[in-house]
């Protein structure tokens, strides 16, 4: 695979292992204090729903200030909620620590929010749940393992006063859930995450489209359970590499191209999972960014972050119209939406439209006006009820 010349892969590691006293001081520095919770840091939800948020709300500490703290922090519960005035519980699992950091809060009547990214506090849903993600239903301990980790997350949710989530689809069966208030506030880019887009882009707009002899169609997955997504656009991409000889594919992530496109031979790339940061020079080396979900309330939940952070690097998507992608993208003007029957006519159509960049400029200017980090901090402060 042709990858971007002149962009050097970042140096990475995890800005976010602090020691306590530090995160203490950090959370100390505003008129109005905002503690997250969360129950171990991690490269996904973590990094959107945790990481990303405090970095906003810190850029003007002076008024407000967050930190984040984890199940490891549980011997400093109270100094934590004499501290803070506006506790965000993020997709934690209820149990006895939980309880006590929620009740610290709430006995010195203090606010307690719930941030969730996805449809996982319900097990009315498990099975769907269970079935799309493609795990064994004969396995026993599936069953076990998700109807608790469901159930605990909704038992959580139900402790606090308010939510925080993703999109309108999923605040409303939030709603239905806890009927509690529920503010959206979107997933966004970092600035970590812009600073190489804007490389990438800038490198990108100098070479022509199939500049190693291929036009590359990408795969992204960020977790091991996307198999049936993948599974989907695997007879498209059969019958456009057997048709069309420019064209390759690129999987990257926790999935395999498998057997019926390996036969492609090196027109069929596979990287490894990569960190957020240099997964953009990635993306920003393939020219059509391929997102297909199945079709039903859990993949309606999900946010709508590989659009953007493809269109953030230049690359133009083809999506499922779920919920979020058919608001995000708008068919031929700044991506493209493809139904289930409809994916290799609508990947032909995209790498056609490649030629006129108008479309991939659309998408760019799109997801730098509405999913960077600069762009949410009145969402924030109004989710948090703290203007």
């Not at 990947?347 to 980090?373: E, N, P, S």
Request: glycine letters at 6%; aromatic letters at 12%; charged letters at 20%.
């Amino acid at each position: 695979m042709y990858l971007l010349p002149g962009i050097e892969a970042v140096p990475y590691q995890d800005p976010w292992h602090l020691p306590l006293p530090t995160r203490l001081r950090q959370l100390a520095k505003g008129r109005v204090r905002i503690a997250y919770f969360y129950e171990q840091a991690d490269n996904s939800t973590f990094r959107y729903r945790v990481y990303n948020m405090a970095n906003v709300l810190n850029e003007h500490a002076k008024e407000h200030s967050a930190a984040y703290f984890f199940l490891a922090d549980a011997d400093h519960f109270d100094t934590i909620a004499g501290m803070a005035d506006v506790l965000v519980i993020c997709r934690t699992r209820y149990d006895n620590r939980v309880h006590r950091l929620v009740a610290a809060f709430q006995r010195r009547g203090k606010r307690v929010l719930f941030d969730i990214d996805d449809y996982v506090f319900n097990t009315d849903f498990v099975h769907l749940l269970v079935n799309t993600l493609d795990l064994d239903l004969a396995n026993h301990q599936v069953w076990q393992d998700w109807f608790a980790y469901c159930s605990r997350l909704g038992a959580t949710l139900r402790l606090c006063d308010g939510a925080i989530t993703t999109n309108e689809f999923l605040a409303d069966k939030i709603a239905e859930v806890a009927q509690m208030p529920t503010a959206v506030v979107p997933n966004f880019m970092n600035p970590e995450q812009l600073a190489l887009s804007a490389r990438v882009f800038e490198a990108k707009q100098i070479e022509p489209v199939g500049a190693d002899g291929l036009v590359h169609l990408g795969y992204f997955s960020g977790s091991p359970s996307h198999n049936r997504d993948f599974a989907m656009v695997i007879p498209a991409l059969e019958e456009l590499l057997e048709t069309d000889e420019r064209l390759g594919v690129v999987v990257v992530g926790y999935i395999e191209a498998g057997p019926r496109l390996s036969r492609f031979g090196k027109r069929v790339v596979r990287y490894p999972f990569q960190d957020y940061v240099n997964l953009q020079k990635l993306i920003g080396s393939v020219d059509v960014n391929l997102m297909p979900l199945q079709y039903n309330v859990f993949t309606n939940s999900k946010s709508e972050l590989k659009y953007f952070e493809a269109a953030a690097v230049g690359t133009v998507s083809v999506a499922t119209p779920t919920q979020v992608y058919a608001r995000a993208i708008r068919h031929g003007d700044n991506g493209y939406l493809a139904q289930a029957y409809q994916w290799a006519d609508v990947i032909r159509q995209a790498v056609i439209g490649l030629q006129d960049k108008a479309l991939m400029l659309r998408a760019h200017r799109h997801a730098l006006a509405t999913y960077t980090w600069g762009q949410q901090r009145d969402s924030i402060r109004t989710a948090l009820g703290v203007l």
